[in-house]
């Protein structure tokens, strides 16, 4: 089964966190910290495969979890890091995160790779909080959590050649006698039902990659038949072959059946009207085929190539092959991004805090920045607590409360945290 979508849940590995140890030896009575620090999250990765040709794996698993960093241990011994995962998809794969329409990252060349989650960092050990004034610090971290976020995969197949045209115009016969590909054929419209990718061989090492891409109709662009969610995989095509079913079956005219996908094209990009495109009219061993051709010629022979064809009969396939070969050599080339141009947007930067009334009249603080704190602190600990305090106060956090009106025992809540504010 072609799967050409996914949406997945990644979360990074949390830092592993800091240990507070002090050195136990034999005559050694006032040994120092040796608390060591928590080892960095796991990152997740996204790598581009060749050998992959859909996002079905993503379909049978939604959730990816990094493993967090080991513990700190004595001796300022720093735990080990969590495992980084490598997932991956298939070449042509563009990534963004749930919500968005920027692009994340468009992944196109074989192991091309993007990190989308971060692990969070180890917690610091107490031997990382020694200082003149306090040479025997009883606080350490508790490690970062690693981040988080729900992303969407879209596949764009990667084909030279895209193969468009009305139902049973023969595409799929046609794709079936140029490549090795074998797509199911029978005689009545959506047959194919996902796009079907070929490699064509015209011999001393000429080959080329073309894809049978289906259910376009009028109004394709809106997302009539099954136009909507294929287009976008002609958006990377280097040619486009139009195949025509010349024989009028079903009362359906040849020419008005071109002008129908032509406009579907254009309507949905205009970059894909420009996209040197030949016209194979198919199906010239059935009646009326011959007059319908004229037609065709009179009416767009100055503006296009067209090769009368039968994929039934393999006659002059050879001929719009070598044809579309030519054009694709005549293609300019798109220069391969460098890994850092990947990345098109990042998770935004993290706010120090929020503070807002809720209908309790209790002052609420929010942010990124508070939310990491309040994960690295050990609540357990007194002077672990003492030092968020200081933190919170840096930050601006009880300033800021004192501007957005807060009084000597109004109730303050931070995340699960809630306190009685004292000035």
């Not at 009575?29 to 060749?50: K, M, S």
């Not at 493993?67 to 700190?72: I, L």
């Not at 080339?333 to 947007?345: G, L, Q, S, W």
Request: net charge negative.
């Amino acid at each position: 089964m072609f799967y050409d979508r996914a949406k997945i849940y990644l979360k990074a590995g949390d830092g592993g966190n800091g240990l507070v140890s002090f050195r136990r030896e034999k005559f050694v009575p006032e040994g120092g910290p040796n608390g060591g620090d928590g080892g960095r999250g796991g990152n997740i990765y996204l790598v581009a495969d060749h050998n992959l040709r859909t996002l079905l794996d993503f379909k049978m698993k939604q959730h990816y979890k990094a493993p967090k960093g080991e513990n700190g241990q004595n001796s300022n011994k720093t735990g080990k890091s969590g495992q980084d995962i490598y997932l991956n998809v298939p070449l042509g794969t563009v990534v963004r995160f749930d919500g968005e329409e920027a692009i994340f990252a468009d992944l196109v060349e074989n192991g091309q790779k993007v990190q989308v989650v971060k692990g969070g960092r180890g917690g610091r050990g107490n031997a990382r909080f020694a200082s003149n004034r306090d040479k025997a610090p009883e606080v350490a971290e508790k490690g970062e959590p690693g981040e988080e976020v729900w992303i969407r995969l879209e596949l764009k197949v990667l084909a030279d050649v895209g193969l468009v045209g009305m139902p049973n115009a023969g595409k799929s016969t046609f794709i079936s006698r140029v490549s090795a590909a074998r797509p199911k054929i029978a005689d009545y419209p959506f047959t194919t039902l996902e796009p079907h990718l070929g490699i064509v061989d015209l011999g001393e090492g000429q080959t080329f990659c073309i894809a049978d891409v289906p259910g376009l109709i009028e109004n394709a662009h809106e997302g009539a038949g099954l136009g909507h969610h294929f287009l976008r995989h002609l958006e990377r095509t280097k040619v486009l072959l139009h195949l025509i079913d010349m024989s009028g079956q079903e009362g359906r005219d040849p020419l008005t059946d071109f002008e129908i996908i032509s406009n579907e094209l254009i309507k949905y990009k205009e970059e894909l009207g420009e996209k040197p495109r030949i016209i194979a009219a198919n199906k010239m061993d059935l009646p009326e085929s011959a007059e319908n051709l004229k037609r065709l010629t009179e009416q767009y022979g100055a503006d296009f190539e067209i090769y009368p064809i039968s994929a039934a009969t393999d006659h002059d396939l050879k001929k719009v092959l070598f044809r579309c070969h030519e054009l694709i050599l005549a293609a300019p080339k798109v220069e391969a991004k460098k890994e850092e141009e990947i990345k098109v947007t990042t998770f935004e930067k993290r706010r120090p805090f929020t503070i807002c009334r809720n209908d309790r009249g209790a002052f609420v603080v929010e942010g990124d920045e508070v939310k990491k704190w309040l994960a690295m602190t050990d609540f357990g600990n007194e002077a672990a607590v003492k030092r968020l305090q200081r933190i919170f106060k840096a930050m601006g956090l009880d300033e800021g409360l004192r501007r957005a009106g807060a009084k000597e025992g109004d109730t303050v809540v931070v995340y699960d945290l809630v306190f009685d504010y004292a000035d």
